[in-house]
């Protein structure tokens, strides 16, 4: 992955809203923001969009509409605001906001769910910032709790997700899905609740996308 595209999305997330209590967007959520130059005439849901960098990366790309989501309410307002005053009305149009949790993903059959979930093992959570923890809980001892409960419920016919590197992701395949193919890769600098996993902070992270085996590959 060209690390200009991903500065490129780091910028552009580090001048979006961001409520309190809503993630704020990391090189992760810049890194897969760079992957989604391939949404033109997409339906695509960004699921768990937080302050919406890649709900903004796939209408930026041309998307034919983006289905935001996330349980929390506070994102989608951030989400909404940032489409308008980065992309403005006419993208505002193509997207639609939609207040659920992961469980319930089941019937947006859309080509592409892009996510990238909280994938902290449960072990490095007390190094979050209390504030921070809410958005980074749900990983699961082996970080791919989060990935497995998409994977579980998604209808979408692909799913891309970031995963730190360090963890195994072939461990979260799940029935219907084929075997993860990397889409980009990139070396990042790091939270420092990583630290006791990746000690100096600077760590591969990889975006992979699953497609449902009964399906060929779209890209
Ligand atoms: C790590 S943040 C990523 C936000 C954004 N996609 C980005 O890359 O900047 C994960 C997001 O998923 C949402 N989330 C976590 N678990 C969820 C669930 N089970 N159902 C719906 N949203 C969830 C959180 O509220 C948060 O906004």
Avoid at 156 to 168: E, F, M, Q, S, Y
């Amino acid at each position: 992955m060209d690390i200009t595209e991903i500065e490129h999305w780091n910028v552009v997330g580090r001048k979006l809203a961001v409520s309190e209590g809503v993630h704020r967007p990391s090189t992760f959520s810049a890194l897969l923001a760079a992957t989604l130059t391939d949404c033109r005439n997409l339906v695509v849901v960004d699921a768990g969009c937080g302050a919406g960098l890649a709900t903004v990366a796939a209408l930026a790309a041309g998307a034919r509409h983006v289905i935001a989501q996330d349980y929390d309410p506070a994102a989608l307002a951030d989400t909404a605001r940032n489409v308008t005053d980065v992309l403005g009305p006419e993208a505002r149009r193509r997207l639609t906001l939609w207040e659920a949790d992961w469980t319930m993903l089941t019937p947006m059959k859309a080509d592409l769910l892009a996510v990238n979930p909280p994938q902290r093992p449960s072990s490095l959570l007390p190094d979050v910032p209390e504030d921070q923890r809410h958005l980074h809980s749900g990983g699961g001892p082996d970080g791919l709790d989060g990935i497995r409960t998409v994977l579980s419920h998604a209808g979408a016919h692909r799913v891309r997700t970031t995963a730190n590197a360090i963890l195994n992701l072939t461990e979260a395949s799940t029935p219907g899905w084929s075997a993860p193919r990397k889409v980009a890769g990139a070396d990042l600098p790091l939270d420092p609740s990583w630290r006791s996993v990746v000690p100096d902070l600077r760590g591969r992270v990889d975006v992979w996308e699953f497609h449902r085996s009964d399906t060929h590959p779209q890209s």
